[in-house]
């Protein structure tokens, strides 16, 4: 899908909704509307805790690694509720944290040839065709019935693996992220899941595996992502240096809590 076709979301959106891709610029000033003033942080209660990554705004980002920007988009909408909007960055998250397959008994390259594919796919229906003649054959009993069944589940499993190793063979890149997500309006999650939707057909597009969001799970843009509060967590363990450190319920030291949005910082994990 090209990140500039929007035309398979704009069926599934709203009637009347705007929407477009964004240039860095565009984006840059979208983001850091929604987000704030970098001054201003979780303390402000109208506002949710800054990413981390947008503390400079979105432009010291995108010039600190402009080759990690690949697109943004932007949806608008003018409801009897009230105008919403959403904003959504593909970044390119392939970088220092990545791995890189060298061989699985052979080069990726080898394992991508054509004549590489055909091997194992003529060898496979070589033996489902040997095997169904022989079930064919064979004198009706529970073993021939057993035997056809096992066949039949060989067959369906043997697609899958297929199309597993098809489509991991087809990723020439490892994963996509998608940051600074903007959802504002009483529709605006609605908005933003089409854009997350856009978004990771057109990361399937450039090549990449996967396509993921880091979101607090208290972060009320989680919903443009998934319609459920995730079940998953995890937990950051860390030492406060401060002499006099907060103190919890159970009378222990303890750091003060990341606020929803502000642990993830592309730079780092790109």
């Not at 990413?51 to 932007?74: I, M, T």
């Not at 061989?103 to 796919?121: E, N």
């Not at 990449?208 to 995890?234: E, H, M, W």
Request: proline letters at 7%.
């Amino acid at each position: 899908a090209d990140g500039g076709d929007l035309s398979r979301i704009a069926r599934k959106a709203p009637l009347g909704t705007r929407l477009r891709r964004a240039t860095a610029a565009e984006i840059a000033a979208v983001v850091d509307r929604a987000y704030g003033p970098s001054a201003e942080s979780a303390a402000d209660a109208k506002r949710p805790g800054r990413d981390l990554s947008l503390a400079g705004g979105f432009e010291a980002l995108r010039k600190a690694k402009p080759e990690k920007f690949l697109d943004a988009w932007v949806a608008e909408l003018d409801s009897p509720e009230g105008p919403s909007s959403a904003a959504l960055v593909l970044w390119d998250g392939d970088g220092t944290t990545s791995f890189k397959v060298e061989r699985i008994l052979f080069t990726p390259a080898t394992w991508r040839h054509p004549l590489m594919q055909m091997l194992p796919l003529t060898l496979g229906l070589v033996g489902v065709a040997s095997w169904a003649q022989a079930v064919y054959t064979s004198t009706p009993s529970l073993a021939s019935l057993f035997s056809g069944v096992a066949l039949l589940g060989t067959v369906v499993a043997g697609v899958a693996v297929a199309l597993g190793l098809r489509f991991v063979l087809s990723r020439k890149r490892e994963r996509a992220r998608t940051v600074a997500p903007v959802a504002e309006g009483p529709r605006g999650t609605e908005l933003l899941r089409l854009l997350v939707e856009h978004a990771q057909a057109t990361a399937k597009s450039l090549g990449f595996a996967l396509c993921i969001a880091n979101l607090d799970v208290d972060d009320p843009r989680v919903f443009g992502f998934q319609k459920s509060k995730p079940g998953y967590r995890t937990i950051f363990m860390y030492k406060s240096l401060r002499s006099a450190a907060t103190v919890g319920e159970d009378g222990k030291p303890e750091a003060p809590e990341f606020c929803p949005d502000c642990f993830f910082d592309p730079r780092d994990l790109s």
